[in-house]
């Protein structure tokens, strides 16, 4: 197994907050040098900002990519829930740093939303700008947006890897800090924008004709400022959270994701493990679509763009769309219903039970007898047609139901209170 510590050059490198405050400072000298020296206008340096932000974003995809911690996903998803509860993971040789399944299931959500940012706030820094402006600035920028990459790439490398920052990110918090970067870039924007309007623009005047040039250094200087304060909070963030954590109010910034360290499941003997039976299995595959009604949104899609192949009387089509707006939604259901349930086995033994899965053999969770707050066993109109029963454990802040058992008792041995039973 490869070591979890970075190499020692890069930890000789990391020591202290020097990479992260000398990317903090390029990422503000450049701009004050930028006004001061060189003559930039408000749309060179809405543009730098821009430019820095979509850097920004990209590195943070990056981060996320190999955060060390699991991601935090809600297990009714449709099939994003039980591949999110899986803890498994993809080492990467010589290095330490691994790439979780569950940070993949976050990426083609989070690389969209980033994108959506970006270019929201675009509109409101180049979007406004003429387009012959445009052309001058970004030839302006292009070395200070080189120089913005190349920085935020060697404090990711550095700070991130090299510190092992990654070990205390999750997918979702190692791009978190994005979204509040892309808030103050907008919002700066946007005074930007309205005190010039303001200022050059009449009445009827589309908002394109806004001249760059009308603000002045003491205002873009101050843009400048306000931009440092926001980089040196974000720096210096862990220090607000542990403010946070160790005050009264509650800020939300204290927030800690899962932690990376495997769920135990080591069992003392005897042990004995209940699976779901075959006839559960598949009457609980065909069953899912009823608790997923998205599924036959997928279905009716197929059948409408069918209808629409019908009007052609392309008759072949109509019938491959016809079977597929059947056959997409209740495979999706039985896949969702294998990960979630057939393909997980229930290990009971002196003291706790433990769910493991089947494919990977990664444990997935882990109760205690002392953990649960109420037991109870349900049997619902498909348990009394398959003769199953579905035991239900409720935690403190949880609830995990194992359905479809033909004998429960096993599971239910673990704990010391005896389960409440609809037919008592």
């Known amino acids: 197994m490869p070591s979890s510590r970075p190499p020692d050059g890069l930890r000789a490198l990391a020591r ?77 040789p010589r290095t330490g740093v691994q790439v979780r399944l569950s940070s993949l299931l976050v990426l083609p959500v989070a690389a969209p939303i980033l994108a959506v940012v970006w270019l929201v706030v675009g509109t409101l820094t180049v979007g406004v700008v003429e387009e012959g402006t445009v052309s001058t600035v970004v030839d302006t920028v292009a070395l200070a947006t080189l120089a913005l990459f190349i920085g935020e790439g060697v404090t ?93 109010l509650d800020l939300g910034l204290s927030y800690d994701p899962p932690a990376a360290e495997p769920v135990d499941g080591s069992l003392a003997k005897p042990t004995e493990t209940v699976r779901q039976p075959r006839r559960a299995r598949l009457a609980g595959a065909l069953t899912t679509p009823l608790g997923h009604p998205g599924l036959w949104y997928v279905g009716g899609g197929l059948a409408l763009l069918g209808l629409l192949f019908a009007f052609g009387g392309d008759w072949g089509t109509v019938a491959l769309l016809l079977a597929a707006a059947l056959a997409v939604p209740l495979a999706l259901a039985a896949l969702d219903h294998e990960l979630r349930h057939g393909l997980v086995e229930y290990r009971a033994g002196d003291g706790a039970l433990v769910a493991r899965d089947r494919l990977s053999g990664a444990t997935m969770w882990r109760i205690e007898p002392w953990d649960e707050t109420d037991l109870r066993v349900e049997r619902r109109r498909l348990d009394r047609r398959l003769g199953t029963e579905t035991v239900v454990i409720e935690l403190r802040d949880d609830e995990y139901r194992i359905p479809g058992l033909d004998d429960p008792e096993p599971v239910l041995d673990v704990f010391d209170r005896r389960p409440d039973r609809p037919d008592g």
Not at 163 to 173: F, I, P, V
């Open 16 to 92: 202290g907050r020097r990479p992260r405050v000398l990317s903090v400072a390029l990422a503000n000298l450049l701009p004050l040098v930028g006004v001061v020296s060189l003559g930039w206008n408000a749309a060179a340096l809405m543009t730098l900002y821009w430019f820095e932000l979509g850097i920004a974003s990209g590195w943070a995809l990056v981060r996320a990519l190999f955060a060390g911690r699991p991601s935090e996903i809600e297990r009714d998803g449709l099939l994003i829930g039980p591949l999110a509860q899986r803890r498994v993971a993809l080492s990467i």
């Open 156 to 248: 990711t490398l550095v700070e991130y890897f090299g510190r092992g920052e990654h070990r205390d990110h999750s997918a979702q918090t190692a791009i978190q800090g994005v979204f509040a970067q892309g808030a103050a870039i907008f919002f700066g924007a946007l005074f930007t924008v309205t005190i010039v309007g303001a200022g050059t623009l009449e009445e009827d005047t589309p908002i394109s004709a806004i001249d760059p040039d009308a603000i002045g250094i003491p205002l873009l200087l101050g843009i400048v400022a306000v931009k440092f304060a926001f980089d040196l909070a974000s720096l210096y963030g862990d220090r607000l959270a542990a403010f946070d954590e160790s005050s009264s």
